[in-house]
Nanobody, 125 residues
Framework: QVQLVESGGGLVQAGGSLRLSCAAS????????MGWFRQAPGKEREFVAT????????YYADSLKGRLTIYRDSAKYTVYLQMNSLKPEDTAVYYC??????????????????WGQGTQVTVSS
């Protein structure tokens, strides 16, 4: 049974940092991309970043580049999202996902097969 378990969310002041973790289990993810998405109340799920598990290639939402780093620890089957200079508009539930999207579709939620339960990130002003 595939499981993606996120952790690391919480309440942080604007300008602060958080590191989210996604522990993956239940199958081999070597051919998968591991993505982070977020969803704020009343808004659609939004792409944040993704990383190829084997290649290590990374892609970021244009609006978030420079403040985020996605990386993985293959030995721990864990993907991380380091977020710096957080803003109140970053407040959302952050989800980890695994899928095999085509290159042009790495930001499309429907192209990811497995999802975690989400972790809340709240940034206060």
């Amino acid at each position: 049974q595939v499981q993606l378990v996120e952790s690391g969310g919480g309440l942080v002041q604007a300008g602060g940092s958080l590191r989210l973790s996604c522990a993956a289990s239940g199958r081999t993810f070597s051919s998968y991309a591991m993505g982070w998405f977020r969803q704020a109340p009343g808004k659609e799920r939004e792409f944040v970043a993704t990383i190829g598990w084997s290649s290590g290639s990374t892609y970021y939402a244009d609006s978030l580049k420079g403040r985020l780093t996605i990386y993985r620890d293959s030995a721990k089957y864990t993907v991380y999202l380091q977020m710096n200079s957080l803003k109140p508009e970053d407040t959302a539930v952050y989800y980890c996902a695994a899928g095999r999207p085509y290159y042009s579709e790495y930001s499309v939620p429907a192209r990811y097969d497995y999802w975690g339960q989400g972790t809340q990130v709240t940034v206060s002003s």
